[in-house]
């Protein structure tokens, strides 16, 4: 509280005022806009010798500084987390993703108050602060609307938040929060949440200049269009039609000519090659090549429109008149491109997520599709790891480089001298906290809301804005993500080698210490890592292996897991629903995640709505969860009751009743799960006032996870539908007095 410097008489006449002195930013604080997509590779953009125009990116590029030895976790979630709190991953117990998080403090997803964000620190010094785009940093029990919503975007110092909280979504039919209540977007065809999201960002740019023009902003910008599902404009998706004919180790190859005549990568660098688990391109059939190319083009697409948006945010920044003082830190991507669609490519990505297998026919006779709001792609494995040129492994894999290596272009014209220059020092995303810090002129703060903080782990880039040949500040860093390990020191890498590729879903058990093998590298003079000298040097492998150790004590790192998908198990982590076998639900309630609704999932069930049909219009939604791409529903059409199960989009049980007559019924629908597994089928039953009126087989149900962030809702169905009979959002015109779940609890 400031002291009033005023002085109060018995009389206003005798007294003069003061007003309480306000905080405000140090003189000449730059703007912040901080950019960071979501699983691109450091050789997909132009900018960096990749095939992808991106404008906004080549644009920042002229104007300031390319930093191509920049690493993040390998994972979306972890990155997120340190990049906002200058904090490692595992201290912010964030070792895994929000979907996977165990009772460990390392990976229990509960982020610290002791770790206070970037925005709660530039808001307490005078600033605005918004963010837009992909949050995946809340934790899967408190995503709902019953909250809490400290570790929400507008709970950690983000004044507004518009944008999704989980792991991806729709660009067509996305779910997406306003702050911390869930809107619908527009049900038009040419919505996109891309273009949505730019235009509010630019919106808030000009009005926080009209308005406040004296006072910075801090936009965080994070579009989640470069991880499943790749979205676009079909219009966008047809101008790289053909460019990728060439297939993937072609491509890998210009991609590696393009870095070193750019002075991407240094001279000599080693291309290092293509993993033996995938097939070289010219082993391919002409139907495989056809599908795999088109994949690539509908990546290439959303990546390109995705920048396109940001570019119009620069032109926006720009006609303001503060692109001199406005600092821009565009990181691409949060790990390095995804492998995570099989060698293949997906359909569907929730498909992996449930270890299904979908035969390369079905694909291929859908290729049209690909891009557009009816599938859910990812392209093949062998696509991410050309984007990863000139490194090993993709997205996932924390051990080496193609993982955790993510271009990063930074522009300040007011600040930085040189124009389109290389910086080769090693950093690691939580630098980028205490280079904003730096940049604005304030400190760490020691305490934040009554909250003694934590020793910011990250350390600034600042030093090297204006001296290319500066040596690192950061001398060490470890990685760990899933049991894949690396160190680095002073120039050398030491990482274990991954048993199992990231695009097998459910991995095999295995003794992560003993039984991984280890590898050395001198990354001071093989930028690649192409060349292993464990054997050549094991004294020093030692070495590392004992400083990776030293800071995985330090850091929570311990105990080290290679389990994936399993840990998807709702079960694993509190929960609103666990140990409860009976639920009540009311009409129009909607938006609720998985992580907080009954789990449905490897067991019994029975679904009771109390409804009551009026005369004429009848049909609509009664209780659903999930959508196109996964999902059940118990619903009305044509006046009849009918229960679908959508297994992955790959096929759909019907159970169909007789025409409901008008007036109050109950809907009763009763599943008994075979057992012996996840994903089994089982057998269902329709009733309707106690009266069975059909019954059907389900041969198989999604086992791990119905979706990523379609949800739980009654009376309505929000986002997409899981039957293709019906359109979103298919509200009940009738009454429903209740609808209640009872699950068979082992």
Known sequence: MTEFQGHMGLRTGESTLDFPRQVTAPEGAPNILLIMPDDV????????????????????????????????????????????????????????????????????????????????????????????????????????????????PTGLGFEQFFGFIGGDTSQFTPAIFDGTKPVEPPNTEDYHLDEDMADRAINYIREQNALAPDKPFFVYYAPGTSHAPHHAPKEWIDRFKGQFDMGWDEMRKQIHANMIKKGIIPPGTKLTPRPEQLRAWDSLNDQQKELYARMMEVYAAALAHMDHQINRILDAIEETGEMDNTLVIYLMGDNGASAEGSPDGLLNEMTFFNNIMVPFEDTYARMDELGGPNTFGHFPAAWAHAMNTPFQWTKQIASHFGGTRNGMIISWPAKIEGKGEVRSQFHHVIDIMPTILEAVGVPAP?????????????????????????????RTQYFEMMGNRAIYSDGWVAT??????????????????????????????????????????????????????????????FPIDNDKVPRLDVALRPSLTLGRDTFTYYDNMRRIPEGTAPDFKNKSHTITAH???????????????????????????DGKPIYTYNVANLERYNIQGDVLTPGKHVIHYEFEYDGGGAGKGGTGKLFVDDTMVAEGRIDRTMGYRISLDETFD??????????????????????IEKVVVNLTLE
């Not at 953009?45 to 976790?73: C, I, K, N, S």
């Not at 979306?76 to 117990?93: F, M, Q, V, Y």
């Open 496 to 557: 274990t080698t991954p048993p199992e590729a990231p695009w097998i879903s459910v991995t095999k058990k295995s003794d992560v210490i003993n039984d991984w093998p280890w590898e050395l590298y001198n990354v001071a003079e093989d930028f690649s890592q192409s060349e292993n000298l464990a054997d050549k040097h094991p004294e020093k492998l030692k070495e590392l292996q004992y400083l990776f150790y030293g800071e995985a004590r330090k850091y929570d790192v």
């Open 41 to 152: 590779g450091f050789g997909a953009p132009t900018a960096f010798g990749g095939p992808v125009p991106t404008e906004a990116y080549d644009r920042l590029a002229a104007e300031g500084l390319l930093f191509t030895q920049m690493h993040t976790t390998a994972l979306c979630s972890p990155t997120r987390s340190a990049l906002i709190t200058g904090r490692n991953h595992h201290s912010n117990a964030t070792g895994v993703i929000m979907e996977i998080g165990t009772g460990f403090p390392g990976y229990n997803s509960l982020m610290p108050k002791e770790n206070g964000s970037i925005a709660e620190i530039l808001k307490g010094n005078g600033y605005n602060t918004a963010w837009y785009g992909k949050n995946h940093n809340v934790p899967d029990w408190q995503s709902s609307q019953a909250g809490p919503f400290d570790l929400w």
């Open 714 to 735: 009654v009376g309505s169905d929000a986002g997409e539908p899981v039957s293709e009979s019906y359109h979103v959002p298919f509200d009940f015109p009738g009454g």
């Open 446 to 474: 020691h305490s934040i809301n009554g909250v003694a903080q934590s020793q910011i782990e990250g350390t600034s880039m600042m030093y090297a804005f204006n001296d290319a040949e500066a040596p690192s500040t950061r």
């Open 611 to 637: 409804i009551e049909i009026g005369e004429g219009d009848t049909d609509g939604m009664l209780v659903t969860q999930g959508g196109r791409f996964g999902g059940w529903a118990l619903y009305v059409l």
